[in-house]
């Protein structure tokens, strides 16, 4: 409801009790208008406020408009104090409406609905009651009086069509018996409800069913009086009044009081200036809640599940009548998990700030541990981190610094300077309006720069983050290696390209020296011998076995070509075989340790190159007795190692042919180690990944 909505629904409250307290204090026919104007007025007015603070702080449940309804409807019953006959027969029939909405107010909460079957029948009887019953009653009674006495001032009942006392007596008995009953059944209904609720439920239910059932008992007396002395059904009347002010307090109490308790609590808890372990935490949110139930869970990103205070693994259940969970989450990142009183669930603007509270408070608990550890060992920590640390003012003066080598520094001279006293005033520009940048949109901020040296130019990167409203923390990474293994990636892949292309022109001078001027051979043998058939058949069949000879050679050349390109047996018999086939033409003994496994394509290709390279390296350079070869998998790669016994002392950035194979290697994501010490022999390794 809107605020222009409330004022609206006030000010016609306001009205209406002003209507109200007009029609007692005129009335000619009430024994003391002051006292039941006041009543009446005070009533009504209290119904109404109270449920339109409910309906602001739970403006999704109907509590609050039915409690505002209950209001309303006594400022109608002031119309029975009218002296004018029409007005006052509409306020006798309509007196009792109050009680008809008093039932289902008090039936129907804490959800302001009516929940089973049993309700919406004690709520619609009771409607029937005191409208049907009360009407069919009017039309058998002239002079009706004022609150069950006699009135001789009291104007005629213009609703009566007859006179039957019979009739009349037995339709007011009807009424009152079945109020009794509906009294009776509504008390049978807070009770159970009560007695069934959990421990967080009653604190909400608790003041509502104490100050409901005392009303309710003291109407019920006031029905059985009605038979035995109007002078005491008058009196208690009044007793009945001014415990109808009770409710409306009552049914505050249940929507306001957790809410400030849990606030409050939480609140405490978040702001307490000391540390609280994960079981205090959920005792806390026990007593907070009112609910021994509560299960706290943390989230744990190294386990990616939730985990109890004791550490253990928590399996979030699945949600039941009693108990539901409700997870808390910080942006897309889970936090928490709260196990509790499915009752919370009523109040979902409670639940809402319970969540925000906890998820603060847990966020705070988990900044303040880190804190506090870093505290405590953060000397050593600080000692262990290689980048360099400072914090600056927002006029760009350093406040602090850290700096694990002093030999990284610029100058010695650090605080108390400016950002143009010690870098150069491009650089010192850019920092400052980046820190500036950082402290406006709270967002870090990156630079990359370099900075010449006596040995030469370094490279950095500063990352800059708020650290306040007027200062930023600038910290300082040397990326002087990560740009080195960046130019190597680019020389690498460079090298990858002219080798494709040295490769290409290999074989066209292979074919051109080779294959081609043989086949070109061929082709003039095979001319000559045609001409040869007839003239000289002799000459023309020495011809032909010539080309022939010629062709297998042509055959040969080009299957060595293949071969350089990617060897035939490797796809047709797979790696066993092709190792095999390496090993065999080795100038010496290879020993081939290998399960019989299958390996995806590529990493074969791999596999086989650096077996052919390890090996052609051996016989070039080595000087060894004897090589090791094995393949293996293990953790999802492929292991390719080469070993000799032979001199030692190969120097990977020393020729094409390793750097090569480590370009080959890395196109997979896999790497190539050279273990070479001299004297003790070659071992070349590479992991490739099969996926």
């Known amino acids: 409801m809107t605020q222009r909505l409330l004022i609206a629904a006030w000010s016609v409250a306001l009205a209406a009790a002003a209507a109200s307290m007009a029609f007692v204090l005129t009335s000619n026919h009430e024994d003391d208008p002051a006292a039941r104007a006041a009543l009446i007025v005070g009533l009504g007015l209290v119904f109404v406020g109270c449920g339109l603070v409910a309906i602001v702080r739970r403006p999704e449940n109907r509590t609050g408009m039915l409690m505002a309804l209950v209001g309303f409807f006594w400022f109608l019953s002031a119309l029975a104090d009218a002296n004018n006959r029409v007005v006052y027969s509409v306020g006798i029939a309509l007196s009792l409406l109050v009680y008809g909405a008093f039932a289902h107010l008090i039936l129907s909460f804490p959800t302001g609905r009516l929940e089973t079957p049993r309700d919406r029948a004690i709520v619609l009887l009771t409607y029937f009651d005191v409208t049907v019953v009360q009407w069919a009653w009017m039309l058998t009674r002239q002079h009706i009086g004022s609150a069950n006495a006699p009135c001789p001032d009291c104007p005629d009942n213009v609703f009566a069509v007859t006179h039957e006392h019979a009739l009349s007596s037995s339709l007011l008995t009807l009424q009152r018996g079945v109020g009794i009953a509906l009294v009776w059944a509504a008390l049978a209904v807070l009770y159970r409800r009560?007695?069934?609720?959990?421990?967080?439920?009653?604190?909400?239910?608790?003041?509502?069913?104490?100050?409901?059932?005392?009303?309710?008992?003291?109407?019920?007396?006031?029905?059985?009086?009605?038979?035995?002395?109007?002078?005491?059904?008058?009196?208690?009347?009044?007793?009945?009044?001014?415990?109808?002010?009770?409710?409306?307090?009552?049914?505050?109490?249940?929507?306001?009081?957790?809410?400030?308790?849990?606030?409050?609590?939480?609140?405490?808890?978040?702001?307490?200036?000391?540390?609280?372990?994960?079981?205090?935490?959920?005792?806390?949110?026990?007593?907070?809640?009112?609910?021994?139930?509560?299960?706290?869970?943390?989230?744990?990103?190294?386990?990616?599940?939730?985990?109890?205070?004791?550490?253990?693994?928590?399996?979030?259940?699945?949600?039941?009548?009693?108990?539901?969970?409700?997870?808390?989450?910080?942006?897309?990142?889970?936090?928490?998990?709260?196990?509790?009183?499915?009752?919370?669930?009523?109040?979902?603007?409670?639940?809402?700030?319970?969540?925000?509270?906890?998820?603060?408070?847990?966020?705070?608990?988990?900044?303040?541990?880190?804190?506090?550890?870093?505290?405590?060992?953060?000397?050593?920590?600080?000692?262990?981190?290689?980048?360099?640390?400072?914090?600056?003012?927002a006029d760009g003066r350093y406040v602090d610094y850290r700096a694990p080598n002093e030999f990284d520094l610029i100058e010695s001279e650090v605080i108390g300077k400016t950002v143009w006293q010690r870098l150069p005033e491009d650089l010192a520009d850019e920092f400052m309006t980046a820190g500036r940048r950082a402290i406006a949109e709270r967002q870090v901020q990156t630079i990359e720069y370099q900075l010449g040296f006596g040995e030469g130019v370094r490279h950095y990167?500063?990352?800059?983050?708020?650290?306040?409203?007027?200062?930023?923390?600038?910290?300082?990474?040397?990326?002087?290696?990560?740009?080195?293994?960046?130019?190597?990636?680019?020389?690498?892949?460079?090298?990858?390209?002219?080798?494709?292309?040295?490769?290409?022109?290999?074989?066209?001078?292979?074919?051109h020296d080779g294959a081609q001027q043989r086949l070109v051979s061929l082709s003039l043998s095979l001319r000559l011998a045609q001409t040869q058939l007839q003239?000289?058949?002799?000459?023309?069949?020495?011809?032909?076995?010539?080309?022939?000879?010629?062709?297998?050679?042509?055959?040969?050349?080009?299957?060595?070509?293949?071969?350089?390109?990617?060897?035939?047996?490797?796809?047709?018999?797979?790696?066993?075989?092709?190792?095999?086939?390496?090993?065999?033409?080795?100038?010496?003994?290879?020993?081939?340790?290998?399960?019989?496994?299958?390996?995806?394509?590529?990493?074969?290709?791999?596999?086989?190159?650096?077996?052919?390279?390890?090996?052609?390296?051996?016989?070039?350079?080595?000087?060894?007795?004897?090589?090791?070869?094995?393949?293996?998998?293990?953790?999802?790669?492929?292991?390719?190692?080469?070993?000799?016994?032979?001199?030692?002392?190969?120097?990977?950035?020393?020729?094409?042919?390793?750097?090569?194979?480590?370009?080959?290697?890395?196109?997979?994501?896999?790497?190539?180690?050279?273990?070479?010490?001299?004297?003790?022999?070659?071992?070349?390794?590479?992991?490739?990944?099969?996926?």
């Open 194 to 393: 009560y007695r069934n609720a959990t421990p967080a439920a009653r604190l909400t239910l608790g003041p509502v069913v104490l100050t409901s059932a005392v009303t309710i008992v003291l109407i019920a007396v006031m029905l059985v009086l009605a038979w035995i002395s109007e002078s005491a059904t008058h009196t208690i009347n009044w007793f009945v009044l001014v415990s109808f002010a009770t409710v409306p307090l009552a049914f505050l109490v249940g929507l306001l009081r957790t809410r400030l308790q849990r606030s409050g609590i939480l609140r405490m808890i978040v702001e307490s200036p000391d540390e609280l372990s994960l079981r205090e935490a959920e005792l806390a949110l026990k007593d907070a809640l009112g609910d021994p139930t509560v299960r706290l869970a943390y989230w744990q990103d190294d386990v990616q599940g939730y985990v109890n205070v004791r550490g253990k693994p928590f399996v979030v259940p699945e949600d039941t009548p009693t108990r539901v969970t409700t997870k808390v989450d910080y942006g897309d990142k889970p936090v928490a998990a709260l196990l509790h009183d499915r009752a919370l669930l009523e109040d979902p603007v409670v639940l809402e700030e319970v969540i925000g509270v906890i998820r603060m408070g847990l966020e705070k608990d988990r900044g303040e541990r880190a804190l506090r550890a870093t505290e405590i060992r953060s000397r050593a920590l600080l000692e262990a981190i290689p980048d360099l640390m400072f914090r600056i003012s």
């Open 535 to 691: 003239k000289n058949p002799e000459m023309a069949e020495q011809l032909l076995e010539s080309a022939r000879e010629e062709l297998a050679q042509a055959l040969e050349e080009l299957r060595e070509l293949a071969r350089g390109i990617h060897p035939a047996i490797l796809t047709d018999r797979g790696l066993d075989a092709a190792l095999e086939a390496l090993a065999s033409r080795a100038p010496l003994p290879v020993e081939i340790e290998q399960p019989t496994t299958t390996l995806p394509g590529p990493v074969e290709a791999a596999a086989y190159y650096v077996v052919s390279e390890a090996l052609a390296n051996v016989a070039k350079y080595a000087d060894a007795s004897s090589v090791r070869i094995s393949v293996a998998q293990m953790n999802g790669a492929a292991l390719v190692e080469v070993s000799d016994d032979g001199v030692g002392g190969a120097d990977p950035a020393g020729g094409s042919g390793l750097r090569g194979l480590a370009d080959r290697v890395a196109a997979l994501n896999g790497t190539l180690e050279v273990e070479s010490e001299p004297g003790r022999g070659t071992t070349i390794r590479a992991e490739i990944p099969l996926g």
């Open 461 to 511: 990167e500063g990352r800059i983050a708020a650290s306040g409203d007027d200062e930023f923390v600038l910290i300082v990474r040397n990326i002087s290696d990560r740009k080195l293994q960046e130019q190597e990636l680019q020389a690498s892949r460079a090298r990858i390209v002219a080798a494709g292309d040295e490769e290409r022109r290999r074989l066209e001078r292979n074919l």
